[in-house]
T-cell receptor, first 114, second 114 residues
């Protein structure tokens, strides 16, 4: 299995509180991604990174920010959580772009905003 | 923008039978990649098969094969001799050549009946 770890695996938080999810990899892959998975929507890209301090938005980036200060860590922050952000969040890594090389996914984080 | 459509939200089949999952996509590009991912109840995303659009030969991986119809923009997955372990959500995904990002369909929940 690819060395990719998400933490926490489960979290319940209150509306309006900040939340940070962490993705850690041991593969030294250049690209890292955050997706959210919701019923009827499949996986949708939130943000991705193509190197340290290099990030870009995906299709559902509103309300989320990311940071990548080290190759191995990619953080996703919900500045003020809302109920619409209740979802399962997946981190993925790939050596090059996801089209050109295989993407490996973490186990997911189930976030519930109450 | 690229879109991926999976028109079968749920399917079920008897063990040992063959099942075909449908996927259509929309793109104006000529070079791209197509994927099928499997997500069992464990939530882990697993790459099943990958097809490069410039290759006319359909990809196969053991019991899994695809029917790639480029002109029709269709990319179906055939599972032969289905097994109980094939029970999962299956996602079709697309990426442009040289693009960093995957676009996913909404998924098909497949149940293999003993």
């Amino acid at each position: 299995d690819a060395g990719i770890t998400q933490s926490p695996r489960h979290k319940v938080t209150e509306t309006g509180t900040p939340v940070t999810l962490r993705c850690h990899q041991t593969e030294n892959h250049r690209y890292m991604y955050w997706y959210r998975q919701d019923p009827g929507h499949g996986l949708r890209l939130i943000h991705y990174s193509y190197g340290v301090k290099d990030t870009d938005k995906g299709e559902v980036s509103d309300g989320y920010s990311v940071s990548r200060s080290k190759t191995e860590d990619f953080l996703l922050t919900l500045e003020s959580a809302t109920s619409s952000q209740t979802s399962v969040y997946f981190c993925a890594i790939s050596e090059a772009g996801q089209g050109d090389t295989e993407a490996f996914f973490g186990q997911g984080t189930r976030l519930t905003v109450v | 923008a690229q879109t991926v459509t999976q028109s079968q939200p749920e399917m079920s089949v008897q063990e040992a039978e063959t099942v075909t999952l449908s996927c259509t996509y929309d793109t104006s590009e000529n070079n791209y990649y197509l994927f099928w991912y499997k997500q069992p109840p464990s939530r882990q995303m697993i790459l099943v098969i990958r097809q490069e659009a410039y290759k006319q030969q359909n990809a196969t991986e053991n019991r899994f094969s695809v029917n790639f119809q480029k002109a029709a923009k269709s990319f179906s997955l055939k599972i032969s001799d289905s097994q109980l372990g094939d029970t999962a959500m299956y996602f079709c995904a697309f990426a442009n050549f040289g693009n960093e990002k995957l676009t996913f369909g909404t998924g098909t929940r497949l149940t293999i009946i003993p």
